[in-house]
């Protein structure tokens, strides 16, 4: 059974910083191109970054040169290091293989909520 174990989220303020972590089992990560959502109240899930089997990365436009995604397949776990966070990046935070890779996924875990507010 394919899980993933969202953490690291938190209550942070305008510029503050955050490192996410997402554990996986069931799955062996390294063969997968991995990726990070985010879900804000009321809107669609939207892709926020995706890192390929090796160390290529990809960023929405709305994160780029803030969010830094990785992996540590020896831990089966991603990470999405955040900083100069906006209010605007107030979402619950997830993980997944990438759907636009492999197609629209059924499972996903609870994530971890990012709130910014001052």
């Known amino acids: 059974q394919v899980q993933f174990v969202e953490s690291g989220g938190g209550l942070v303020q305008p510029g503050d910083s955050l490192r996410l972590s997402c554990a996986a089992s069931?799955?062996?990560?390294?063969?997968?191109?991995m990726a990070w959502y985010r879900q804000a109240p009321g809107k669609q899930r939207e892709w926020v970054a995706t890192?390929?089997?090796?160390?290529?990365?990809n960023y929405a436009d709305s994160v780029k040169g803030r969010f830094t995604i990785s992996r540590d397949n020896a831990k089966n776990t991603i990470y999405l290091e955040m900083n100069s966070l906006k209010p605007e990046d107030t979402a619950v935070y997830l993980c997944?293989?990438?759907?636009?890779?492999?197609?629209?996924?059924?499972?996903w875990g609870q994530g971890t909520q990012v709130t910014v507010s001052s």
């Open positions: 069931g799955i062996a990560i390294g063969i997968y191109v």
């Open positions: 997944n293989i990438d759907e636009r890779v492999y197609g629209k996924r059924d499972t």
């Open positions: 890192i390929s089997r090796g160390i290529i990365t």
